[in-house]
């Protein structure tokens, strides 16, 4: 199989705190993990694409400080929100990429609910 | 560039009948396809996925989807759906070196008794 877990699957946090969300790939290697981010019926934004042991690649309109990510082994990447605001409540996914030649498909975590009051 | 459109955001369907969820990409390279499936407040399942050959896939829960290149659809089809298979639908495309799956805007299937 290929099971992406994550966590926690929900907080509830304060304005202006930070969160972190974990990512991890169970049963295999993940060279590239991606987060995105889902608002209510709505479909999946591609925050940022996450290679173990570089920099984050971010999409365009996502800061950088405000979401922190580190893909420090090939089975764990993290995503920071910093300073949390209302407004970055949201449904947050992260999926992971096996790196084989190929093969195009990520799998995906079963996602992490961030309310900030 | 590439993108997907998911014309219809909701599809009702009564219990038993069959289904289509429209798909169409635009693409300036070659493509690999995909449907995933979300039930409320859970990450994405992979249905089926088109990446060459046959151009009729076969996926999970009796799904099939075609690839058709002419007319850059790739819609999904079950012949008689479930109550179960109320969930939304999510058609993605990718074919650049970075992976990166382009998602539409999703169709929420609602089967009715």
């Known amino acids: 199989g290929a099971v992406v877990s994550q966590h926690p699957s929900r907080v509830i946090c304060k304005s202006g705190t930070s969160v972190k969300i974990e990512c991890r790939s169970l049963?295999?290697?993940?060279?590239?993990m991606f987060w995105y981010r889902q608002f209510p019926k709505q479909s999946l934004m591609l925050m940022a694409t996450?290679?173990?042991?570089?920099?984050?690649?971010?999409e365009q309109g996502v800061e950088k400080d405000k979401f922190l990510i580190n893909h420090a082994s090939l089975t764990l990447s993290t995503l920071t929100v910093t300073s949390a605001h209302p407004e970055d409540s949201s449904f947050y996914i992260c999926?992971?990429?096996?790196?084989?030649?190929?093969?195009?498909?990520?799998?995906f975590g079963p996602g992490t609910r961030l309310t900030v009051t | 560039a590439q993108s997907v459109t998911q014309l219809d955001s909701q599809v009702p369907v009564f219990e038993e009948a069959p289904v289509e969820l429209r798909c169409n990409y635009s693409?300036?390279?070659?493509?690999?396809l995909f449907w995933y499936v979300q039930y409320p407040n859970q990450g994405l399942q992979l249905l089926l996925k088109?990446?060459?050959?046959?151009?009729l896939v076969k996926g999970i829960n009796g799904f099939e989807a075609e690839f058709n290149k002419s007319q850059t659809s790739f819609h999904l089809r079950k012949p008689s759906v479930h109550i179960s298979d109320t969930a939304e639908y999510f058609c993605?495309?990718?074919?650049?070196?970075?992976?990166?799956?382009?998602f539409g805007t999703g169709t929420l299937l609602a089967v009715q008794p």
């Open positions: 999926s992971a990429h096996k790196g084989d030649r190929g093969r195009y498909e990520q799998y």
């Open positions: 049963d295999f290697q993940a060279t590239t």
């Open positions: 996450s290679n173990e042991g570089s920099k984050a690649t971010y």
């Open positions: 693409s300036s390279v070659s493509v690999y």
């Open positions: 088109y990446l060459s050959g046959s151009t």
């Open positions: 993605a495309v990718t074919g650049g070196a970075t992976n990166k799956l382009i």
